[in-house]
């Protein structure tokens, strides 16, 4: 697995309120990213991250933010939650060979 | 833009019969393609890279530059094949990202 975690599993939230996810890895791995996953869509790139502060957007990044102060966690936060945003978030790493691996992800509900 | 097309939602096929999902793509840089399975609400693990051109668990993949394809293949079908298939395209420069297309539900059935 990589040494990829992710907290919460599960969250059930209501709409307006902030939520943050975090990704947390253990082999010190430069690049992470977030993705969401829904139904029709398969897996959309929301931000990413090539290093401690320095963070890029993906192809679905409005109404996310990021942040990574250190190299293990890299936060996912919905400033504002909108029931467009319930999906199954997932964090991934890059290995030194170039491929991605993924956490177990996150089920977010927004009611 | 990159692109990747996974034309079927969902493939059925009978336990021993030969398998194969379609994914093609649309790049203008040389391509890196992967394909990666996602049992029940697990999380997605590494199944292929095409660089590597490895067998893992009785599937192949072949890349053809022509076809702008990367079909997944697999002679004999087992019920614990039944999974989510995902195609993805590796777009090297800023950030080695990658588009991921729709996905193909693998039904193996009895």
């Known amino acids: 697995d990589a040494g990829i975690t992710q907290s919460p599993r599960h969250k059930v939230t209501e709409t307006g309120t902030p939520v943050t996810l975090r990704c947390h890895q253990t082999?010190?791995?430069?690049?992470m990213y977030w993705y969401r996953q829904d139904p029709g869509h398969g897996l959309r790139l929301i931000h990413y991250?090539?290093?401690?502060?320095?963070?890029d957007k993906g192809e679905v990044s409005d109404g996310y933010s990021v942040s990574r102060s250190k190299t293990e966690d890299f936060l996912l936060t919905l400033e504002s939650a909108t029931s467009s945003q319930t999906s199954v978030y997932f964090c991934?790493?890059?290995?030194?060979?170039?491929?991605?691996?993924f956490g177990p992800g996150t089920r977010l509900t927004v009611t | 833009a990159q692109r990747v097309t996974q034309p079927e939602k969902l493939l059925s096929v009978f336990k021993g019969a030969p398998v194969e999902l379609k994914c093609n793509y649309s790049?203008?840089?040389?391509?890196?393609l992967f394909w990666y399975v996602q049992y029940s609400r697990q999380r997605l693990q590494l199944l292929l890279r095409?660089?590597s051109r490895e067998s893992i668990k009785g599937f192949t993949a072949d890349l053809n530059k022509g076809e702008t394809s990367f079909h997944l293949k697999k002679p004999f079908a087992q019920e614990e094949d039944s999974a989510m298939y995902y195609c993805?395209?590796?777009?090297?420069?800023?950030?080695?990202?990658?588009?991921f297309g729709t996905g193909t539900q693998l039904k193996v059935e009895l």
């Open positions: 790049y203008s840089g040389s391509p890196e």
């Open positions: 991934a790493i890059r290995s030194s060979r170039g491929e991605q691996y």
């Open positions: 991250s090539y290093g401690v502060k320095d963070t």
């Open positions: 993805a395209l590796l777009t090297t420069g800023g950030g080695n990202k990658l588009t």
């Open positions: 095409h660089i």
């Open positions: 082999e010190n791995h430069r690049y």
